[in-house]
Protein backbone atom coordinates (compact mmCIF):
# COMPACT_ATOMS: atom_id res chain seq x y z
CA UNK A 1 0.00 0.00 0.00
CA UNK A 2 1.44 3.66 -0.84
CA UNK A 3 1.30 6.26 1.61
CA UNK A 4 -1.91 8.11 2.43
CA UNK A 5 -1.93 11.98 4.02
CA UNK A 6 -3.12 11.39 7.18
CA UNK A 7 -5.75 14.31 6.80
CA UNK A 8 -7.79 13.62 3.84
CA UNK A 9 -10.28 16.64 4.47
CA UNK A 10 -9.43 19.99 5.19
CA UNK A 11 -11.95 23.21 6.59
CA UNK A 12 -10.29 26.66 6.74
CA UNK A 13 -11.69 30.08 7.13
CA UNK A 14 -8.85 32.81 7.30
CA UNK A 15 -8.36 36.38 6.11
CA UNK A 16 -5.12 35.66 4.53
CA UNK A 17 -4.80 34.77 0.76
CA UNK A 18 -3.92 31.17 -0.02
CA UNK A 19 -1.85 29.90 -2.67
CA UNK A 20 -3.84 27.61 -5.07
CA UNK A 21 -0.82 25.30 -6.20
CA UNK A 22 0.36 24.81 -2.66
CA UNK A 23 -3.22 23.66 -1.68
CA UNK A 24 -3.61 21.35 -4.86
CA UNK A 25 -0.16 19.94 -4.22
CA UNK A 26 -0.81 19.08 -0.38
CA UNK A 27 -3.97 17.80 -1.09
CA UNK A 28 -2.92 15.06 -3.26
CA UNK A 29 1.01 14.52 -2.01
CA UNK A 30 1.53 11.41 -0.84
CA UNK A 31 -2.00 9.65 -2.11
CA UNK A 32 -1.12 7.30 -4.81
CA UNK A 33 -4.60 7.02 -5.63
CA UNK A 34 -4.96 10.36 -6.80
CA UNK A 35 -5.81 10.46 -10.69
CA UNK A 36 -8.46 13.17 -10.69
CA UNK A 37 -8.39 16.80 -8.75
CA UNK A 38 -11.01 18.73 -9.76
CA UNK A 39 -10.60 22.60 -8.44
CA UNK A 40 -12.87 25.78 -7.97
CA UNK A 41 -11.72 28.83 -7.23
CA UNK A 42 -14.01 32.17 -6.51
CA UNK A 43 -13.08 35.88 -6.99
CA UNK A 44 -14.54 39.08 -6.40
CA UNK A 45 -16.38 40.29 -9.15
CA UNK A 46 -17.50 43.80 -10.75
CA UNK A 47 -20.97 43.43 -10.23
CA UNK A 48 -23.59 43.53 -13.38
CA UNK A 49 -25.23 45.84 -11.79
CA UNK A 50 -24.78 49.25 -9.50
CA UNK A 51 -22.07 50.75 -8.56
CA UNK A 52 -18.24 50.18 -8.73
CA UNK A 53 -16.97 48.07 -6.20
CA UNK A 54 -14.19 49.11 -4.17
CA UNK A 55 -14.29 45.91 -1.76
CA UNK A 56 -16.21 43.08 -0.97
CA UNK A 57 -16.39 42.55 3.19
CA UNK A 58 -17.53 39.13 3.96
CA UNK A 59 -19.02 38.33 7.82
CA UNK A 60 -19.37 34.69 8.93
CA UNK A 61 -20.56 32.81 11.67
CA UNK A 62 -17.43 31.24 13.39
CA UNK A 63 -17.46 27.78 14.53
CA UNK A 64 -20.79 27.38 12.71
CA UNK A 65 -19.01 27.76 9.32
CA UNK A 66 -16.93 25.24 9.92
CA UNK A 67 -19.21 22.62 10.85
CA UNK A 68 -21.29 23.42 8.38
CA UNK A 69 -18.76 22.69 5.42
CA UNK A 70 -17.28 19.94 7.51
CA UNK A 71 -20.65 18.37 7.36
CA UNK A 72 -21.28 19.20 3.65
CA UNK A 73 -17.77 17.52 2.90
CA UNK A 74 -19.33 14.59 4.99
CA UNK A 75 -22.38 14.02 2.41
CA UNK A 76 -20.26 14.23 -0.30
CA UNK A 77 -17.86 11.85 0.78
CA UNK A 78 -20.85 9.29 0.83
CA UNK A 79 -22.55 10.83 -2.54
CA UNK A 80 -19.48 9.95 -4.63
CA UNK A 81 -16.11 8.57 -4.76
CA UNK A 82 -13.56 11.18 -3.27
CA UNK A 83 -10.37 10.01 -1.30
CA UNK A 84 -9.97 13.82 -0.27
CA UNK A 85 -11.46 17.77 -0.04
CA UNK A 86 -10.19 20.97 0.76
CA UNK A 87 -12.11 23.39 1.33
CA UNK A 88 -10.45 27.32 2.17
CA UNK A 89 -13.24 30.06 2.89
CA UNK A 90 -12.00 34.04 3.08
CA UNK A 91 -13.46 36.40 5.23
CA UNK A 92 -13.04 40.46 6.28
CA UNK A 93 -12.24 42.50 3.14
CA UNK A 94 -11.36 41.70 0.02
CA UNK A 95 -10.46 43.55 -3.60
CA UNK A 96 -11.90 42.91 -6.45
CA UNK A 97 -10.29 40.32 -8.40
CA UNK A 98 -9.09 38.50 -5.21
CA UNK A 99 -9.62 34.79 -4.74
CA UNK A 100 -12.75 34.22 -2.01
CA UNK A 101 -13.23 30.57 -1.72
CA UNK A 102 -11.33 27.62 -3.30
CA UNK A 103 -12.80 23.67 -3.37
CA UNK A 104 -10.58 20.76 -4.23
CA UNK A 105 -11.46 17.37 -4.49
CA UNK A 106 -9.45 14.28 -5.26
CA UNK A 107 -10.52 11.15 -6.91
CA UNK A 108 -9.75 8.32 -9.29
CA UNK A 109 -11.04 9.39 -12.17
CA UNK A 110 -12.57 12.84 -13.30
CA UNK A 111 -16.54 12.06 -13.43
CA UNK A 112 -16.78 11.57 -9.33
CA UNK A 113 -14.40 14.67 -8.58
CA UNK A 114 -16.06 17.74 -10.85
CA UNK A 115 -19.72 16.25 -9.23
CA UNK A 116 -18.16 16.31 -5.58
CA UNK A 117 -17.05 19.91 -6.57
CA UNK A 118 -19.70 21.43 -8.06
CA UNK A 119 -21.57 19.74 -5.42
CA UNK A 120 -19.49 21.03 -2.35
CA UNK A 121 -19.88 24.47 -4.24
CA UNK A 122 -23.39 24.50 -4.62
CA UNK A 123 -24.41 23.22 -1.08
CA UNK A 124 -21.49 25.81 0.48
CA UNK A 125 -23.82 29.12 -1.66
CA UNK A 126 -26.76 28.61 0.21
CA UNK A 127 -26.21 26.66 3.69
CA UNK A 128 -23.04 27.89 4.81
CA UNK A 129 -22.98 31.06 7.13
CA UNK A 130 -21.11 33.78 4.94
CA UNK A 131 -22.55 37.08 4.20
CA UNK A 132 -21.14 39.32 1.54
CA UNK A 133 -21.38 43.21 2.07
CA UNK A 134 -20.19 45.15 -1.37
CA UNK A 135 -18.28 49.23 -0.69
CA UNK A 136 -18.26 51.07 -3.55
CA UNK A 137 -17.70 54.96 -4.05
CA UNK A 138 -21.11 55.83 -3.02
CA UNK A 139 -21.96 53.85 -0.24
CA UNK A 140 -22.19 50.13 0.92
CA UNK A 141 -24.80 47.01 0.35
CA UNK A 142 -25.79 43.60 1.43
CA UNK A 143 -25.76 41.24 -1.55
CA UNK A 144 -29.17 39.31 -2.16
CA UNK A 145 -28.94 35.53 -1.77
CA UNK A 146 -30.50 34.29 -5.35
CA UNK A 147 -32.98 31.67 -5.87
CA UNK A 148 -30.74 30.44 -9.22
CA UNK A 149 -28.44 28.95 -5.83
CA UNK A 150 -31.43 27.22 -4.12
CA UNK A 151 -32.09 25.64 -7.93
CA UNK A 152 -28.47 24.47 -7.89
CA UNK A 153 -28.62 22.74 -5.18
CA UNK A 154 -32.12 21.03 -5.71
CA UNK A 155 -30.51 19.38 -8.91
CA UNK A 156 -28.82 17.19 -6.34
CA UNK A 157 -31.81 16.27 -4.39
CA UNK A 158 -31.51 18.83 -2.12
CA UNK A 159 -34.70 21.13 -1.37
CA UNK A 160 -33.30 24.50 -0.05
CA UNK A 161 -34.87 27.51 1.16
CA UNK A 162 -32.21 29.96 1.84
CA UNK A 163 -32.83 33.12 -1.17
CA UNK A 164 -36.67 32.04 -1.40
CA UNK B 1 -37.47 29.99 32.53
CA UNK B 2 -34.86 28.53 30.31
CA UNK B 3 -32.03 30.73 29.34
CA UNK B 4 -31.13 30.97 25.51
CA UNK B 5 -27.90 33.12 24.18
CA UNK B 6 -28.85 34.34 20.77
CA UNK B 7 -26.70 35.32 18.06
CA UNK B 8 -27.52 38.14 15.12
CA UNK B 9 -25.49 38.64 11.96
CA UNK B 10 -25.10 40.46 8.70
CA UNK B 11 -28.21 42.81 8.43
CA UNK B 12 -29.74 41.55 11.39
CA UNK B 13 -26.87 42.66 13.38
CA UNK B 14 -26.47 46.00 12.17
CA UNK B 15 -30.53 47.15 12.45
CA UNK B 16 -30.10 45.49 16.16
CA UNK B 17 -27.10 47.21 16.91
CA UNK B 18 -26.07 43.71 18.58
CA UNK B 19 -24.10 40.59 18.07
CA UNK B 20 -25.22 38.95 21.05
CA UNK B 21 -28.30 38.50 23.87
CA UNK B 22 -28.48 36.20 26.86
CA UNK B 23 -32.49 35.98 26.96
CA UNK B 24 -34.58 34.18 29.91
CA UNK B 25 -37.59 33.26 27.79
CA UNK B 26 -40.65 30.66 28.07
CA UNK B 27 -40.50 30.42 24.01
CA UNK B 28 -40.80 26.55 23.69
CA UNK B 29 -39.52 26.86 19.46
CA UNK B 30 -37.53 29.15 17.51
CA UNK B 31 -40.76 30.99 16.01
CA UNK B 32 -41.97 31.51 19.69
CA UNK B 33 -38.19 33.00 20.41
CA UNK B 34 -38.66 34.89 17.20
CA UNK B 35 -42.34 36.16 17.93
CA UNK B 36 -40.91 37.15 21.35
CA UNK B 37 -38.19 39.57 19.82
CA UNK B 38 -40.59 40.89 17.83
CA UNK B 39 -42.84 41.95 20.62
CA UNK B 40 -40.76 43.94 21.96
CA UNK B 41 -41.12 46.74 18.81
CA UNK B 42 -38.61 48.97 17.74
CA UNK B 43 -36.11 47.96 15.53
CA UNK B 44 -36.80 44.33 16.75
CA UNK B 45 -40.43 43.87 14.86
CA UNK B 46 -39.23 45.81 12.11
CA UNK B 47 -35.70 43.46 11.57
CA UNK B 48 -37.20 40.37 12.82
CA UNK B 49 -40.99 40.67 11.18
CA UNK B 50 -42.84 37.60 9.42
CA UNK B 51 -42.76 37.93 6.13
CA UNK B 52 -39.06 38.78 5.89
CA UNK B 53 -36.20 36.50 4.72
CA UNK B 54 -35.36 35.68 8.21
CA UNK B 55 -33.27 31.90 8.53
CA UNK B 56 -32.25 30.58 11.47
CA UNK B 57 -29.53 28.43 13.61
CA UNK B 58 -30.19 26.23 16.60
CA UNK B 59 -26.85 25.27 18.48
CA UNK B 60 -25.01 25.73 14.96
CA UNK B 61 -26.83 23.67 12.29
CA UNK B 62 -29.55 25.31 10.10
CA UNK B 63 -33.19 24.58 11.64
CA UNK B 64 -36.63 25.47 10.50
CA UNK B 65 -38.34 27.77 13.05
CA UNK B 66 -40.45 24.46 14.60
CA UNK B 67 -37.42 23.08 16.34
CA UNK B 68 -37.65 23.18 20.07
CA UNK B 69 -35.21 25.01 22.39
CA UNK B 70 -33.93 24.09 25.96
CA UNK B 71 -31.93 25.41 28.49
CA UNK B 72 -28.15 26.81 27.42
CA UNK B 73 -29.36 26.89 23.49
CA UNK B 74 -27.68 29.19 21.05
CA UNK B 75 -30.21 30.75 18.59
CA UNK B 76 -28.84 32.40 15.75
CA UNK B 77 -31.01 34.73 13.49
CA UNK B 78 -29.51 36.14 10.00
CA UNK B 79 -30.44 36.45 6.26
CA UNK B 80 -30.18 34.30 3.50
CA UNK B 81 -26.72 33.46 3.30
CA UNK B 82 -24.31 34.59 0.25
CA UNK B 83 -20.95 33.14 0.28
CA UNK B 84 -19.15 31.41 -2.04
Given amino acids: ?164 | MNTIQIRFFATLREALGATELGLPTAAATVADLRDELIARGGAYAEALARGRAVRAALNQAMVTESAALKDGDEVAFFPPVTGG
Avoid at chain 1, 14 to 34: G, I, K, P, Y
Avoid at chain 1, 80 to 95: K, N, P, W
Avoid at chain 1, 114 to 130: G, I, S, V
Fill in chain 1, 1 to 164: MAAQPATLVQVRIQTEDFDLSAEVAALHAADARVGAVAVFVGTVRQLDEGQALDCLELEHYPGMTERAIEDMVEQARQRFEIFGARVLHRVGRLGLGEQIVLVAVTAAHRGQAFQACEFLMDYLKTQAPFWKKEHGATGSRWVDARTSDDAALAKWGIAASNAA
